[in-house]
């Protein structure tokens, strides 16, 4: 069986990037300003997976169709488009049954996935180490094992792209039987790995442990890298990081563990979550969570609720760990919401009020930064110690002083 996590550009024969178009439903449950801000995600995605957006549809339906998700008459419409601009794949916000997706690529004759399978490409695409090559492969093959028929046939797809990173093209016999015995096999692995994980973070002694969380692509790893003055990858795409990273960071003499974790991201694949929580143990076993945040993101309020969902369904019940809200890239959010006919006591109110509000809101549990600029920097760190050193005195109440 091919590697599932082949890491290939997504490329056409001819070399270019290959042309993609964008499909979103308005809908009782999502309405359109919501579907406009999903569709911009989707395309940062595609583009992330290395894919050009030519172009975007949307359609306002009580609900999905059951057999082609968008009406018939957006289907011809999608269908003359990509034939005569030449589309290579049509990537659907939401996710698609297997029923839908034969139906579609049998109708629009090119590529169709949906947002799932769009993220579990990238993954595939940035995995790195062992375990994390395991986890997107584990999760691959929880999501292909329904859709086997439709996607394994015969030498049918021998096309390279996104969708394409995953098993390949397998002979007609990789069946439900081999899906299912691969899975197992990598569960065992990963087990194993999580075993070797575990001893390592208990080989870590008695420091605190704190977990920069928050959604992808806000600055966390900027943020590990201005902290711990290593070299962390960093790059402006969705899903950077994806393997846990821990240095050992000292500010005023107050040593402690400092963790990036996997961004987070709306509709994120269940089969993700339950993969990566091994990987997430990091932040299950924290002392305290940074909660980044990117202030200049329109929606930024919809992106912290995102991460506290998610926070909520891989911590235990009842783990109230303390949470410290690090608002960045001020600089971003500036340039983004202050023309330069705006005078700057307008500015300097408009920047108090918002800091005002997320203060109030979080009880003072918040800094406001940019990690790439530095600014504000110094009182970040001075917090942070404050933060650090109040939770070796919870630990080791009895010591008059701990390094």
């Known amino acids: ?26 809908t009782p449950k999502q309405t359109e300003d919501q579907l406009d801000e999903y ?15 030519h172009k975007v549809y949307k359609q306002k339906l009580p609900h999905p169709n059951s057999r082609t998700f968008v009406g018939k008459g957006k289907l011809e419409e999608i269908r003359e488009y990509a034939e005569v ?18 139906i579609l690529e049998e109708e629009l004759k090119c590529k169709v996935v949906d947002r799932s399978f769009l993220i579990l490409d990238i993954f595939a695409s940035r995995a790195r180490t062992a375990q994390a090559k395991a986890q997107v492969e584990l999760a691959q093959m929880q999501y292909l094992l329904p ?22 093209e397998q002979e007609i016999e990789t069946d439900r039987r081999i899906v299912n015995y691969r899975i197992s096999l990598l569960k065992e692995q990963l087990k194993k790995i999580d075993r070797q994980q575990q001893t390592m973070r208990k080989r870590r002694g008695e420091l605190i442990r704190v977990a920069l969380v928050g959604y992808t692509n806000v600055g966390k790893s900027t943020i590990m890298n201005l902290l ?21 960071v000292v500010l005023n003499r107050m040593p402690f563990l400092l963790s990036d974790t996997v961004g987070f991201i709306r509709k994120l694949p269940h089969s993700l979550i339950e993969s990566f929580k091994s990987t997430l143990d990091e932040v299950r076993e924290a002392d305290v969570l940074l909660h980044v945040v990117d202030i200049s993101h329109a929606h930024f309020e919809d992106q912290v609720a995102v991460v506290d969902r ?46 005002k509000k997320w203060e109030t809101r979080t009880e003072g549990k918040c800094v406001f930064i940019s990690a790439l600029e530095k600014e504000n920097v110094n009182r970040f760190r001075e917090i942070l110690t404050e933060v650090v050193s109040d939770q070796y005195q919870v630990r080791y109440p009895y010591k008059t002083h701990f390094f």
């Open 147 to 168: 859709r086997l028929k439709g996607l394994w046939t015969h030498l049918e797809r021998q096309r390279g792209g996104i969708g394409m990173r995953g098993p390949g």
């Open 228 to 248: 711990s003055k290593s070299e962390v990858f960093a790059e402006d795409k969705l899903f950077a990081t994806l393997d846990t990273t821990v240095r050992k």
């Open 85 to 102: 601009k030449e589309i290579d794949i049509v990537i659907f916000d939401d996710d698609l049954s297997p029923k839908q997706q034969a």
């Open 39 to 53: 569709l911009d995600e989707l395309a940062f995605l595609a583009k992330t997976a290395g894919a050009e957006v």
């Open 1 to 26: 069986m091919k590697d599932l996590v082949q890491q290939s550009i997504t490329k056409r024969n001819d070399g270019q990037l290959e042309r993609a178009v964008l499909v979103g439903l308005v």
């Open 310 to 355: 998610t926070l909520k369904e891989i911590l235990p019940e009842g783990d109230r760990k303390p949470v410290y809200m690090v608002f960045n890239k001020m600089d971003a959010y500036r340039a983004s919401y202050f023309d330069e006919f705006l005078e700057q006591e307008v500015k300097t109110e408009i920047e108090e009020e918002l800091i």
